[in-house]
């Protein structure tokens, strides 16, 4: 596949013929059952920047880890700047110039900047010294590479932007050469995100490899030169950047042809089911993540919800499913058709919110959704248990439930089809199913549904967009939260673009278009009252 | 209450709180890695016992501290395999630890002197004698300052002072040095300290290890200090206690020696007015007894300051994605 | 899928745990220089080869039965409860009040009224620090640990300055009346004639502590209420969306995990002692806690484990009677008891899963 064969590896070579900067051989990696890597090649020249994308799961953070020294591979060979190397420890892989930025930074959140810098690359026993080093270090860094960022400021008073900075700096202060960088844009705004472009530029430019692991095509398309695609634990390509598409990658990425478009008919909205006036919610650090906030959703449409994660979309959605974080203060007020909420008393909890017709698929199954150690027919009566249909007085009826859950797996093709099994025996996709089948068969009157696809695969996406589509026609309002903006599009009657706890505006899914959202996520805006009124 | 009578109150409180001040540090070591250690009752009657037990056969005490050390850290051992190395909690293993000191030291102890867990009184050499500081009887007679150096601070055994000393160079140690700087990173997100390259579970076992050391060095102190020789169950909860002054601590080396003379006072109090008149009211000296346990759930509730444990504390690290 | 067949996890690791345990308990006893199997040959007989032993022996387990529910039930709501000690003693005091204050035509009704008195005190002793957990964050490992010794100091006080019968010098309360006294499962014998068991404790709480087993069975797997506590347990995140609210599960399960330590007093205070002394307790509540992770926090398991328990602890006594070996080497098993089943599992559980994934692999490089 690669022209490239190391095998004499003289330094004859010319310049231009210089070894890769990283090579991997039939790397393969299993956890017990699963195989997470197969026998993955991967060559990426030193100087550019080279993107893996993949669903999730797909095995790109296991290769990148294998190449930071978190796991041994169980076969293949590693070599960086032509040299074979064995990376049994993320010490290794530091001393043969590799950086990395993971996805959830590795920070010390009561420490300086300063602090986290030299931690595990001190010059000496005494930290007197490595710190004012590393000041001035930093003072360079940060002017050659547009990474400004104050030394003495302690992690957690730092925006998620500037933490990234302080990761990149990390890996920069030790001298890598290598820099990996795992999803970093997940949590950055657009702003962000084009500012951290520049910076990885800018590195390239300086002669730095760089790695982009992302599943948005758009990035790969941005700012790689050259892109690998892996799917179920392959590499399935590796071409130029140049010389492809999104529609190709993305056909790569899932094995064949999506169907991104849901087939639909147009909504018939009619009353008002969901209506929120003026909402505020404070969290226990005192950070305001929702400002003030008004909409309505009416029986009958799907109203999305775009932005980039953490502008209070999460917040939202616990809110109204009535289990806000705690110690959060929330103001203004919501009526559920016509009737106001009790947004902090007694009456606030996710059980009333249930009984007032509100049904919740939330962002985060496996941690909410679910409770991974019971068995799938248990977790059919989560958060419905106190319901006379699945108790009896004080018990539980458990015959009940079960006859019920044998009915939803089959309904909703759950497999494997065995009631008994632990929830955290299903993929991913089968999860979701379990999750959107309780929630969706109460014929709730209001269905919140928070990255109803994450982690999901093809099949199931298709089903559960079938699923909510059937709910909307059926007269109820569907509330849906995603940071894919392909899925917003696809599936909404209106959509609403939050951005740092505000909806920045609303707009026709038919006639805008993604770089029209993309500004507003980024709140930039042109009517930018709306969100206060 | 004259002079002479606080002096002796605070001359008795600086002896009960070093075994305290001792074992505070040594769970603080322990607790700021992401260990939790809530087996430091049972590494200081382990080190009680065998140093006991060696001073009294060997008449040396040196030898006696050797030994004591040598009993904790062999607890330690047991508490770093079970909470670093197999991911186990950390807190059961303390129980058990607790547990395996209280049954040991008996079972042995019957075994080498048939005196039903007890060790022979110890004597001359195989106790810590007490260092009476330069020019001492000279300036007892200076008023206020005199007695004060003569009879509070002068007068301990070798071990008082180590631990008074043991305050600032852990204050040094932690914040001053790489190994400071990487024993608390790990203790708040061990992942930092890994992905770093540094090995989160040689900086654990460490960490561990000096609590078993400065357990070690309370339990010594307890069996050839304070008292002469070891009898059952001689720490009668101070390691509870000591873990109490931890969260009064608050984790810091300066707030240890705080909150173990705190203690250490009222233990003192306590042994001299067994019941103490205030006024018109009597206060029973099971109060004064159970008098840092109540402080403590107080400050744990948060009422007067709030006490924030490191981060990673319990938590075993398991490398993540 | 899952690493190993359910079975081994529940059967195989605990027993290999206990193999071990007991393997080095072998050991320390070779260690002080005594045999091992002569050791555990007067532990059989003293405490299973004659209905005196069985006596002692389910008298121990009653204890254990409770204290092991109580830290079961607790475990199911992700809280670990050392406080059982406490819970218990104060369940003492509160026997001690319906005993000595009420006066009782018949045991059967002082019986009840001492079950609901042990109850709520051992409850409320568990109320502050459930509730110090729920709404302020205080880590209740802690709490629990500080209220035993709030506790010991609250009865040394009572019994000193309160309970004690004046120009007594023992610090204990007056002898419980007569009218109070439960039948020992000796005399339930002797009511048909046979003799069994003669003066030994075990008594009618025996089979009290058999109910509760089943009631927290029920309770558990059973009702609504244990749904929530073993959810609540799994993923609080969780519980707060399903609308199962983390501050009234973690009192609820506290409470009753106190009441069910508490409700040991009925076997000890008021079966055997007949009045309140110090230190009445004894450990039971800390052995509660290797009880509880020997039986996997399962009302049988917690049963078997409990009974294990009082046998060592009849056989611990015979030991100390005839043979140089203190009692306390009970103590030491105990230890083991709770470090391999507690904090050294993965010790046995890991080598344990490689096997079944290796067996499961071959197996299906076999079907293929």
């Known amino acids: 596949m690669t022209a490239e064969t190391a095998k004499t590896g003289g330094p004859a070579a010319a310049p231009q013929d210089m070894p890769p900067a990283i090579e991997l051989r039939g790397i393969s990696k299993a956890f017990g059952p699963v195989q997470a890597n197969k026998d993955i090649n991967l060559t990426v020249a030193r100087g550019s920047i080279h993107g893996i994308i993949g669903e999730n799961g797909a095995g790109k953070s296991t290769l990148m880890s294998i190449l930071y020294g978190f796991y041994k591979p169980d076969s293949g060979e590693i070599r960086i700047n032509g040299t074979p190397i064995q990376i049994t420890d993320s010490m290794t892989a530091i001393r043969a110039g590799i950086g990395m930025v993971f996805q959830h930074f590795k920070l010390v959140r009561n420490f300086t900047v300063l602090e986290n810098i030299i931690l595990g690359a001190e010059d000496g026993p005494m930290l007197r010294p490595s710190l004012a080093r590393a000041r001035t270090r930093l003072r360079e860094l940060a002017e050659e590479y547009e990474l400004q960022v104050d030394p003495d400021e302690t992690i957690d008073e730092l925006s998620v932007g500037h933490q990234q900075r302080v990761e990149i700096l990390k890996a920069l202060y030790r001298q890598a050469d290598i820099l990996i960088l795992d999803e970093p844009t997940g949590v950055l705004t657009p702003a962000e995100a084009d500012h951290l472009f520049r910076i990885l530029n800018g590195l390239r430019d300086e002669g730095k490899t760089i790695i982009l692991i992302t599943h948005k095509l758009r990035e790969i398309m941005e700012i790689t030169d050259t892109v690998s695609v892996m799917r179920r634990g392959e590499m399935v390509a590796s071409v130029r950047t140049a010389e492809t598409s999104p529609e190709e990658l993305a056909e790569l990425m899932v094995g064949r042809k999506v169907l991104l478009e849901v087939d639909k008919s147009p909504a018939q909205p009619g009353t008002p089911v969901l209506e929120v006036r003026n909402l505020r919610l404070i969290d226990d650090e005192k950070v305001e993540r929702i400002r003030g906030i008004s909409f309505d959703i009416r029986a009958g449409e799907i109203v999305g919800i775009a932005g980039v994660s953490g502008n209070g979309q999460t917040q939202l959605l616990e809110l109204l499913g009535g289990f806000p974080e705690k110690g959060a203060k929330v103001s203004g007020e919501i009526l559920m058709n016509g009737q106001s909420l009790d947004l902090s008393g007694r009456r606030s909890d996710a059980a009333t919110r249930r009984a007032r017709g509100i049904g919740h698929v939330p962002e985060d199954r496996q941690d909410e959704g679910l409770i991974m150690d019971f068995a799938a027919w248990e977790n059919v009566a989560f958060g419905y248990h106190n319901t006379p249909e699945y108790s009896n007085g004080i018990w539980l009826d458990r015959k009940a439930i079960r006859t019920d859950a044998e009915g939803k797996i089959e309904r909703f093709d759950v497999r494997p089809p065995n009631p008994d099994l632990a929830a955290r025996n299903f993929s991913g996709g089968n999860q979701q199913k379990i999750v959107v089948a309780r929630e969706v068969e109460r014929n709730p009157d209001l269905l919140l549904i928070g990255q109803p696809t994450r982690g999901v695969d093809i099949g199931a996406i298709e089903f559960i967009h079938k699923r909510i589509v059937e709910l909307r026609d059926a007269g109820k309002a569907v509330l849906l939260v995603s940071v894919e903006l392909d899925e917003i599009m696809s599936l909404s009657d209106r959509i609403l673009v939050m951005f740092d706890g505000m909806i920045m505006g609303e707009r026709d899914p038919e006639t805008t278009t993604a770089g029209e959202l993309g500004l507003l996520m980024a709140g930039v805006t042109d009517t930018p009252a709306e969100g206060a009124a | 209450m004259d002079f002479n009578t606080i002096i002796q109150i605070l001359d008795s409180s600086v002896r009960l709180m070093t075994p305290l001040l001792l074992a505070c540090l040594a769970g603080l070591y322990s607790e700021r890695a992401g260990v939790f250690d809530i087996g430091l009752e049972g590494k200081m009657l382990m080190a009680a016992f065998s140093a006991a037990t060696v001073a009294a056969l060997t008449g040396n005490v040196w030898l006696g501290l050797a030994a004591g050390i040598a009993g904790s850290l062999a607890l330690s051992l047991v508490h770093g395999v079970a909470s670093i190395t197999f991911r186990g909690n950390q807190l059961i293993s303390g129980v058990a630890i607790n547990f395996l000191a209280s049954g040991l030291t008996v079972l042995l102890g019957q075994k080498i002197f048939g005196l039903g867990g007890r060790t022979p009184n110890l004597s001359g050499g195989a106790r810590f004698s007490e260092i009476r500081l330069p020019f001492a009887d000279q300036l007892r007679d200076v008023p206020v300052i005199g007695p004060i150096y003569a009879d509070l601070i002068s007068g301990h055994t070798i071990l008082v002072y180590v631990a008074f000393l043991c305050v600032p160079a852990t204050w040094w140690l932690l914040y001053r040095t790489r190994f400071g700087l990487r024993l608390r990173a790990v203790g708040e997100n061990p992942a930092s300290v890994d992905t770093a390259g540094v090995s989160v579970t040689r900086l654990r076992y460490a960490a561990v290890a000096i609590c078993g050391v400065l357990c070690g060095l309370a339990g010594a102190y307890l069996a050839t200090g304070l008292s002469a020789g070891f009898v059952k169950e001689m720490t009668a909860g101070r390691g509870f206690i000591a873990l109490a002054a931890l969260i009064f601590a608050k984790w810091t080396p300066w707030g240890a020696l705080f909150a173990t003379f705190l203690f250490g006072l009222l233990e003192a109090i306590a042994n001299r007015y067994p019941n103490l008149e205030i006024g018109p009211v009597t206060i029973p000296s099971m109060f004064m007894n159970a008098l840092p346990y109540i402080l403590t759930v107080i400050i744990l509730a948060g009422f007067v300051g709030r006490a924030i444990p490191p981060r990673a504390g319990g938590e075993p690290y398991v490398k993540e994605r | ?368």
């Not at chain 3, 040991?264 to 002692?273: D, F, L, Q, S, Y």
């Not at chain 3, 450990?283 to 294990?308: E, S």
């Not at chain 3, 611990?316 to 105990?334: H, K, N, Y």
Request: proline letters at 4%; glycine letters at 10%; a positive charge.
């Open chain 3, 1 to 368: 899928m899952d690493k190993m067949p359910k079975w081994a996890d529940v059967v195989l690791t605990p027993l290999i745990s206990l193999f071990l345990a007991f393997a080095i308990s072998g050991l320390v006893i070779l260690a002080i220089g005594e045999s091992p199997w002569e050791a555990l040959k007067t532990m059989v007989t003293g405490a299973l080869g004659s209905s005196y032993g069985w006596g002692f022996t389910l008298y121990y387990a009653t204890n254990f039965i409770f204290t092991g529910l109580a830290v079961a039930v607790a475990y199911h709501a992700a809280m670990f409860n050392i406080g059982g000690e406490g819970q218990a003693g104060l369940g003492g005091l509160g026997v001690a009040m319906v005993c000595l204050f009420i006066p009782w035509p018949h045991w059967s009704l002082a019986l009840i009224a001492a079950m609901i008195g042990s109850a709520l005190f051992g409850a409320a002793w568990a109320y502050i620090p459930a509730i110090l957990q729920a709404k302020r964050g205080s880590h209740i490992v802690i709490t629990t640990i500080m209220f035993n010794f709030i506790a010991a100091a609250l009865l040394n006080w009572a019994l000193v300055n309160w309970l004690r019968p004046i120009g007594s010098m023992d610090p204990a309360s007056a002898n419980f009346p007569a009218s109070t006294h439960l039948p020992k499962i000796t005399d339930m014998f002797a009511g048909f004639g046979i003799e069994w068991g003669k003066h030994t404790p075990a008594n009618i709480t025996f089979f009290v502590a058999l109910l509760a087993c089943l009631a927290v069975w029920l309770l558990i797997w059973r009702t609504r209420l244990g749904y929530e506590i073993r959810a609540f347990g799994k993923s609080e995140s969780a519980a707060r969306y399903a609308g199962i609210s983390p501050t009234r599960i973690t009192v609820i399960a506290m409470l009753i995990s106190g009441g069910l330590a508490g409700m040991m007093a009925i076997n000890n205070v008021m079966g055997e002692g007949e009045r309140l002394i110090l230190n009445n307790v004894e450990g039971a509540g800390f052995i509660g806690i290797a009880v509880a992770l020997m039986g996997r926090n399962h009302p049988i398991g917690v049963l078997l484990a409990a009974l294990l328990f009082g046998f060592l602890y009849q056989g611990g006594g015979e030991l100390a009677l005839w043979t140089s070996i203190p009692r306390e080497l009970i103590i030491v098993i105990q230890a083991l008891v709770i470090l391999f089943t507690g904090a050294l599992d993965n010790m046995v559980r890991m080598p344990l899963e490689a096997f079944f994934l290796s067996r499961r692999r071959r197996g299906t490089a076999e079907r293929s």
